[in-house]
């Protein structure tokens, strides 16, 4: 299976500001996703990122608040934007590997302050 | 509106017994449900997997168990180790949407 790098692993950071999240895979593969993980939740799918096209965001998530960017097919980045104390979660991409299920990414735990 | 729910919270097993933890689900257009285990700090792990064709997948020491006319699968764990503490995930998806639904976890405590 797919080997996926995260990073950062962990940030704490100031209310109005942004960070970006990055994932690199060792392999070229066609569909990553970005999934937030709330205090106590389940995983809650932000979007789909797409190659060479806009990522298809799920309701309730929005471009503004997160840009994503997929420039090729190892890598992308998701950004939270303007954080907020709420935005506080673990985010965690995600690559499809077919019928022998989803690999994860080690996760970035998000403070916001 | 939770389409698959895993009730409990958490769970203490004593090691060497089995556990079994359960997961639940509304939609009957899934047709492809997944076990995740994860432990602190990490990503999501895939553990054992099973088609609506099936009732029963088996891995080792893990099975997992589907009852589609009570929309309800398990998975049994035997014997449990305590290497097998962690938070286990359940998850569905229908044929035509790679998007998984996710349960909120249960987590596994394994007594030595």
């Known amino acids: 299976s797919a080997v996926i790098s995260q990073k950062p692993s962990r940030d704490i950071c100031q209310r109005g500001t942004s960070l970006t999240i990055q994932c690199q895979v060792d392999?070229?593969?066609?569909?990553m996703f970005w999934y937030r993980q709330q205090p106590g939740q389940s995983l809650t799918l932000i979007a789909t990122?797409?190659?060479?096209?806009?990522?298809?965001?799920e309701s309730g998530f929005v471009i503004d608040k997160f840009p994503i960017s997929r420039p090729n097919l190892t890598f992308s980045t998701l950004t939270v934007s303007n954080m907020s104390p709420e935005d506080s979660s673990i985010y965690l991409c995600?690559?499809?590997?077919?019928?022998?299920?989803?690999?994860f990414g080690s996760g970035t735990r998000l403070t916001v302050v | 509106d939770q389409q698959v729910k895993q009730n409990s919270p958490s769970l203490s097993v004593q090691e060497g017994r089995i556990s079994i933890l359960n997961c639940d689900y509304t939609n009957s257009m899934f047709d492809y449900f997944l076990w995740y285990k994860k432990y602190p700090a990490e990503g999501p792990t895939f553990l054992i997997s099973i088609s609506s064709i099936k009732d029963k997948n088996e891995d080792g020491r893990f099975t997992v168990f589907l009852n589609k006319s009570a929309k309800h699968l398990s998975l049994h764990i035997v014997p449990s180790q305590p290497g097998d503490s962690a938070v286990y995930f359940c998850a569905a998806r229908e044929d035509s949407n790679y998007q998984l639904i996710w349960g909120a976890g249960t987590k596994l405590i394994i007594k030595p």
């Open positions: 392999s070229q593969v066609t569909m």
């Open positions: 995600s690559v499809g590997m077919g019928n022998y299920g989803y690999t």
């Open positions: 990122a797409n190659q060479g096209s806009e990522a298809t965001y």
